[in-house]
T-cell receptor, first 113, second 116 residues
C-alpha cells in the first residue's frame, strides 16, 4: 500500500540526548515536511525539502536538524538544543505541481523523561 | 505574514444534521489555496477539501462543501448529514500560490462532537 510511515509511534528522550524520528514515503512524492503540534494548537512547520539533498527551515527550526539523502526518507533529529521538545510530530509529503496537496503520516509522540 | 483564525474552539451537532465550521484568514496575496483537514482521535491529519482562490465556484466533496468568500477572507466548511465518524478536530489551512512558498499556515482548530 502506498503511504507515509513514521516511527516510532512513541519516543522518550532523556535530558541532553539527541533523538531521531523516522519518516518514509512510497508515494514517489518530491516534497516532504515536518510539523510540530502542541496541545490546543495548529501545526507549525519545522523543516521542508522539495528535492533530494536540499531542505529549508520553517518557522521553528531551532533545535532541530534534518537530512534528505533519499527521495523516500526525511528523518528529523531533535537535538539537545531544543529545550521544549515534548510535542506531537507529523511528517507530510506532496507531489509536484502547483497545488501540492500535503498528505500526512500517523505521527510520533515525543516525551521528555 | 498570513494568519488563519478559527473562532469556534468547539462545536456540536446531532447525527444527520448539518453543521458549519468557520475560518477567516488574513493575507495580502491574491492567489493562494485554502484547505480543511480533519484530525480524528488517531491524530492522523486527513485532507478533507481544497479551494483555489482563483476559482469562484465553491469546492464540494460528497457531504463536505465550503463557502469561500474571497473579499471577506472567509472560508467556512459545511458538513451535511453528519455522521458519528465526522467527530474530530478540524483545521483550516492557508498556502500561498507563490513559487517556493511551501508552508501551510494552520488555524488552532475546532473540535467537532457528533451526538447520536
Amino acid at each position: 500500500d502506498g503511504g507515509i510511515t513514521q516511527s516510532p509511534k512513541y519516543l522518550f528522550r532523556k535530558e541532553g540526548q539527541n533523538v531521531t524520528l523516522s519518516c518514509e514515503q512510497n508515494l514517489n512524492h518530491d516534497a516532504m515536511y515536518w510539523y510540530r503540534q502542541d496541545p490546543g494548537q495548529g501545526l507549525r512547520l519545522i523543516y521542508y525539502s522539495q528535492i533530494v539533498n536540499d531542505f529549508q527551515k520553517g518557522d521553528i527550526a531551532e533545535g532541530y536538524s534534518v537530512s534528505r539523502e533519499k527521495k523516500e526518507s526525511f528523518p528529523l533529529t531533535v537535538t539537545s538544543a531544543q529545550k521544549n521538545p515534548t510535542a506531537f510530530y507529523l511528517c507530510a509529503s506532496a507531489s509536484g505541481g502547483a497545488i501540492l496537496n500535503q498528505y500526512f503520516g500517523p505521527g510520533t509522540r515525543l516525551l521528555v523523561l | 505574514a498570513q494568519t488563519v483564525t478559527q473562532s469556534q474552539p468547539e462545536m456540536s451537532v446531532q447525527e444527520a444534521e448539518t453543521v458549519t465550521l468557520s475560518c477567516t484568514y488574513d493575507t495580502s496575496e491574491s492567489d493562494y489555496y485554502l484547505f480543511w483537514y480533519k484530525q480524528p482521535p488517531s491524530r492522523q491529519m486527513i485532507l478533507v477539501i481544497r479551494q483555489e482562490a482563483y476559482k469562484q465556484q465553491n469546492a464540494t466533496e460528497n457531504r463536505f462543501s465550503v463557502n469561500f468568500q474571497k473579499a471577506a477572507k472567509s472560508f467556512s466548511l459545511k458538513i451535511s448529514d453528519s455522521q458519528l465518524g465526522d467527530a474530530a478536530m478540524y483545521f483550516c489551512a492557508y498556502r500561498s500560490a507563490q513559487g517556493g512558498s511551501e508552508k501551510l499556515v494552520f488555524g488552532k482548530g475546532t473540535k467537532l462532537t457528533v451526538n447520536p
